[in-house]
């Protein structure tokens, strides 16, 4: 899981817990995070919807303080232990 955390003045709070909708539980889901704005990318590079450690991405997008799945990604070419999202 990914947990997302708010800053506001010296205080953190924790906004959101993140799991995985479509990745398999020994993927690393959180092993790598990008966020721009709303929007967090999180990688899971041993996910194997595709390929065997083929990897994948979930995109979440905020609205206010809720936190959606958005999107599933993984790589048009995968192949097994490419760990795309690392």
């Given at each position: 899981a990914a947990y997302v955390f708010v800053r506001t003045g010296t205080s953190w709070t924790q906004q959101a817990?993140?799991?995985p909708l479509?990745?398999?539980s020994s993927a690393y889901f959180g092993l790598a995070a990008a966020i721009h704005g709303d929007v967090v990318a999180i990688g899971a590079p041993l996910d194997f919807?595709?390929?065997?450690?083929?990897?994948?991405?979930?995109?979440?997008r905020r609205s206010g303080s809720t936190w959606t799945h958005e999107a599933f990604l993984t790589a048009l070419?995968?192949?097994?232990?490419d760990q795309f999202g690392r």
């Open positions: 817990y993140l799991k479509n990745s398999n919807t595709v390929a065997e450690g083929a990897g994948a991405v979930s995109v979440y070419n995968a192949g097994a232990l």
